[in-house]
């Protein structure tokens, strides 16, 4: 049986921490993976139901990691 190694690309789709995330910038030592965060809703004070999305965090990992590549 052999092995094969990937590293990863940018754009490639992992699964990460059981969520499904997006590789934005691999390096030599690093690669920078989006971690999408659930979306927020509140109430004004008008009583207006509010809801957006904030910008996905970062997370950096080596590129030699091994996680499951969903779509590359």
Do not use: W
Not at 19 to 33: F, G, K, L, N
Not at 34 to 50: D, E
Request: glycine residues 4%.
């Amino acid at each position: 049986m052999t092995t094969h190694i990937f590293t990863l690309q940018p754009g490639d789709i992992i699964k990460f921490e059981g969520e499904p995330c997006r590789v934005v910038r691999v390096s030599e030592s690093a690669a920078v993976i989006a971690i999408r965060q659930p979306a927020r809703s509140f109430t004004t004070l008008n009583g207006k139901q509010v809801q957006f999305q904030p910008k996905p965090r970062t997370a950096y990992i080596s590129p030699n990691s091994e996680v499951q590549i969903l779509n590359r």
